[in-house]
T-cell receptor, first 113, second 112 residues
Framework: DADVTQTPRNRITKTGKRIMLECSQT?????MYWYRQDPGLGLRLIYY???????NKGEISDGYSVSRQAQAKFSLSLESAIPNQTALYFC????????????FGPGTRLTVL | QQQVKQSPQSLIVQKGGISIINCAYE??????FPWYQQFPGKGPALLIA?????SEKKEGRFTISFNKSAKQFSLHIMDSQPGDSATYFC???????????FGKGTHLIIQP
């Protein structure tokens, strides 16, 4: 969905490097999410944010941090990347209210060597 | 702990046939059950969703059947077409837990 953009789309990095993945949205949604997708495992929630001052851990937050710079921007950082963080990362947005539709970005393919 | 179990992992259906994907959940507090469709290189896109106050929802060729007592829900794709070939994910949310809990996905292939 072009309303949710992610940069970069692909990234190859080395173990120990700090990496930031960025997400921006034009939908005006308050809620933003970061998910990780691994083959055969589906998508798992890393972090989510209800507004600029609200950050919450998801199922698999260890090794990750996030920053909500503005309503429209939500970035995910890997402070010291490790090979098992190689995955597809998706940002999603949603209107306020649990269970409402979430709109996903195109994803970032991250490879940690 | 896997809260949403999806089956089968892969499915091959002939064009014009019915594709059926099943999911079971554990958390009785879940109150929203969407299905997402994902094509290679794309993010998941909402296909259809249901809440537990109804047992069935139909949108075009796609139908969700929901069985609250069995804690199961399924996606039926009628008259399956090659363009339906994709990975399908069931998900659930609610009960105070935010974000979606996804099944592991079903890779669907529709053979011409």
């Amino acid at each position: 969905d072009a309303d949710v953009t992610q940069t970069p789309r692909n990234r190859i990095t080395k173990t120990g490097k700090r990496i930031m993945l960025e997400c921006s949205q034009t939908k005006g949604h308050d809620r933003m999410y970061w998910y990780r997708q691994d083959p055969g495992l589906g998508l798992r929630l890393i972090y989510y944010s209800f507004d600029v001052k609200d950050i919450n851990k998801g199922e698999i937050s260890d090794g990750y941090s996030v920053s909500r710079q503005a309503q429209a921007k939500f970035s995910l950082s890997l402070e010291s990347a490790i090979p098992n963080q190689t995955a597809l990362y998706f940002c999603a947005t949603g209107p306020t209210g649990t269970g409402d539709t979430q709109y996903f970005g195109p994803g970032t393919r991250l490879t940690v060597l | 702990q896997q809260q949403v179990k999806q089956s089968p992992q892969s499915l091959i259906v002939q064009k014009g046939g019915i594709s059926i994907i099943n999911c079971a959940y554990e958390n009785t507090a879940f109150d929203y059950f969407p299905w997402y469709q994902q094509f290679p290189g794309k993010g998941p896109a909402l296909l259809i969703a249901i809440r537990p106050d109804v047992s069935e929802k139909k949108e075009g060729r796609f139908t969700i059947s929901f069985n609250k007592s069995a804690k199961q829900f399924s996606l039926h794709i009628m008259d399956s077409q090659p363009g339906d070939s994709a990975t399908y994910f069931c998900a659930a949310s609610g009960g105070g837990a935010d974000g979606l809990t996804f099944g592991k996905g079903t890779h669907l292939i529709i053979q011409p």
